[in-house]
């Protein structure tokens, strides 16, 4: 059975995350999105809500599942029996970290295949972080992410005001 692998932070999960999510579901029989518990970042929702989300946004699709892993991608994909990870492409500048990513994913295990997915020209220039930015200044993101995202956005940003001063934004 060919299953494949989509990793990220998806803090929190967007429409263009989504587009690829249901994309490859038509590839593959099964599509496994991987969630990243990554200490060294900082994010916005903590682990269980970002799968919590992404489980509310793909209700109703059979073959995708939700699990979080921490810790090297090629040993999540060696415990899954997987050898395939889907990867979505939007700028030029998505190109060289995800191509050095590809690569070091090959060393460490031969076996696996990247496979990219070019993002839809609608969502080419949406993110994750820049979705947050425009949280955490007062706005809004309709139709950037799913409806039940959108309110997760404005109760984490409206009832935590210390985000207003958060890294994310401090950083860029
Ligand atoms: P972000 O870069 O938005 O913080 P993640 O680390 O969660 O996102 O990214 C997980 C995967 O989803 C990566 O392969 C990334 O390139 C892809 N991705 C993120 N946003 C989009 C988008 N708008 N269109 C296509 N792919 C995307």
Redesign the pocket.
């Known amino acids: 059975m060919k299953q494949a692998i989509?990793?990220?932070?998806?803090?929190p999960i967007?429409m263009?995350?989504l587009?690829?999510i249901m994309r490859s579901s038509k590839i593959f029989e099964k599509i496994i999105v991987a969630v990243l518990r990554n200490p060294q970042k900082q994010p916005m929702f903590t682990l269980e809500e970002r799968v919590e989300m992404i489980r509310h946004s793909i209700e109703g699709i059979p073959n995708i599942e939700v699990e979080s892993f921490s810790g090297l991608l090629v040993k999540f994909l060696e415990q899954k029996k997987a050898s395939i990870i889907i990867?979505?492409?939007?700028a030029i500048s998505?190109f060289d970290f995800?191509f050095q990513m590809a690569l070091m994913n090959r060393k460490l295990d031969s076996e696996i295949e990247t496979i990219f997915l070019m993002?839809e020209d609608r969502?080419?220039f949406?993110?994750?972080?820049k979705v947050k930015e425009i949280y955490l200044l007062g706005g809004n993101a309709k139709g950037l992410v799913p409806d039940y995202v959108e309110l997760c956005l404005r109760k984490k940003s409206g009832n935590q005001p210390e985000f207003l001063a958060g890294q994310d934004v401090e950083k860029e």
Request: hydrophobic letters at 20%; proline letters at 4%; glycine letters at 12%.
């Open positions: 989509y990793p990220g932070s998806f803090d967007t263009g995350h587009n690829i990867k979505g492409l939007r998505d995800e993002t969502y080419a949406l993110s994750s972080s």
